[in-house]
């Protein structure tokens, strides 16, 4: 127990200021959930779960006033699993208006004045401030690793399609995925277990060959990117592993234009009876994302989805080709931005369109002394070959690097 009344004290002290919770259990009924937390992997685990989420213990409401109050009877899939596994569920963590872009209340655990980064808010800002163990949130474009970037944490999306989406809100059926935030690979490998039966290698036998893929975005890095890359790579190489530069590749050329194209499309429709119902209660940035969804023709949305498709396709054997295990690019632009924004998601959107996993690993702070981090991806369903690689990663760079 001392470990949950570690994170009692934390949430008693920072809670007011960091405000990661919608709403949470009593400290006496989390302290009598976890002393009858059944046997299993995930026993007496404290968890977040982002408010878009069903929960038959808490209310559900996505962010926005159209579901205030709203209560379902039953809990989402993941939910159910991890209560199987023993964890315990401490409450609902904050989320941005339908998982998109507009900030919440919530302030990173590092920086008042700065973002947590969205739209897994509180869940990536509740673990970085040591509040639980673990946290669910939930990737459409780069919903878990950027805001796991920006708060310090190891955020993971699985293989689009791996883990069950039941009983969670739709933002885009063609790319919502379930993940989660925790503190250090291992804790997020036994998420990944419990959730798919899958186990995954410690770390891998031999140093992995890594590819530095900085994308045609890279033109959008802030100044700290850069020596973060380098520092990286040389503890990488120090370590053992080989780490090539790779250039654009012709395969992805299109795959974040396609994914934009996809999400406006989807989103519009999804949230078809929120508009005619409520759009007063819509949040005006969003209007915006639903009026361009309403704008794209099923000729364009075709040609988004042939486009993944075909990338998709084509993907593994590029990793073949140019001999790597996994691709090492950045999580974010830098270091988390003023609570103006929920910043940009502009280096996990290919990988997020892509389908493939994806892992963010805190390296080290920045010039603000603020987290920054890489992002690892692989092919699709590599993902318990990813945990290792990035099991890997993690070792190599123990020793925080400090970029100024």
């Given amino acids: 127990m001392h470990e949950l009344e570690a994170e009692l004290a934390v949430v008693a002290g920072r809670e007011p200021i960091v405000r990661a919770w919608s709403i949470r259990l009593s ?40 579901y205030q109050g709203r209560a379902p009877w039953e809990d989402a899939a993941c939910v159910a699993m991890v209560k199987a596994a023993g964890a315990v569920i401490a409450g609902k963590t904050t989320t941005t208006e339908f998982a998109l872009f507009a900030p919440t209340v919530t302030t990173n655990p590092h920086d008042p004045e700065r973002t947590p980064g969205g739209s897994s808010s509180g869940s990536a800002a509740a673990v970085a401030a040591g509040m639980v163990r673990a946290a669910f949130g939930t ?21 689009f399609g791996f883990v069950p989406m039941t009983g969670i809100g739709t933002l885009a059926h063609s790319l919502d995925t379930l993940g989660w935030h925790t503190r250090t690979v291992s804790d997020s490998a036994a998420i990944h277990r419990v ?40 503890r990488l190489r120090a370590a053992g592993a080989i780490v090539i530069e790779l250039d654009h590749a012709s395969h992805l050329a299109d795959v974040a234009e396609a994914g ?14 929120e508009r005619g119902s409520h759009p007063d209660l819509i949040h005006p940035s969003i209007v915006k994302l639903f009026e361009r969804g309403d704008s794209v023709s099923a000729a364009e949305y075709h040609w988004a989805q042939r486009a993944v ?5 084509r993907h593994d054997g590029y990793l073949t080709d140019t001999k790597i295990d996994a691709i090492l690019t ?19 959107r290919l990988w997020s369109t892509l389908g493939v996993p994806a892992i963010q690993i805190p390296v080290g ?40």
């Fill in 139 to 159: 990737q459409t474009v780069g919903s878990v690793l950027r805001p796991a970037a920006f708060c310090g944490v190891v955020g993971f999306k699985g293989t």
């Fill in 309 to 313: 498709a075909g990338a998709r396709a």
């Fill in 27 to 66: 400290d006496e009924a989390l302290r009598a959930a976890v002393a009858r937390a059944s046997d299993g992997p995930l026993s007496g685990w404290t968890f977040g779960v982002k408010d878009v989420i069903d929960t038959a213990d808490f209310p559900t409401e996505r962010g926005s006033a159209i």
């Fill in 365 to 404: 702070t920045g010039p603000n002394r603020l987290p920054l981090g890489v992002q690892l991806t692989t092919g699709q369903w590599s993902d318990a070959d990813l945990f290792a690689i990035a099991s890997w990663l993690e070792a190599a760079c123990t020793e925080p690097l400090e970029i100024r």
């Fill in 330 to 348: 950045p999580s974010a632009p830098g270091e988390a931005p003023p609570m103006a924004t929920t910043g940009d998601s502009v280096f996990n």
């Fill in 195 to 234: 959730m798919t039966g899958e186990a995954a290698p410690i770390q891998p036998i031999e140093p992995p060959t890594f590819g530095l893929y900085r994308s045609r975005h890279y033109h959008k890095a802030q100044p700290e990117l850069e020596p973060l890359l380098g520092a990286v790579t040389d």
């Fill in 260 to 273: 934009e194209v996809i999400l406006s499309y989807e989103s519009s429709r999804a949230f078809a009876w």
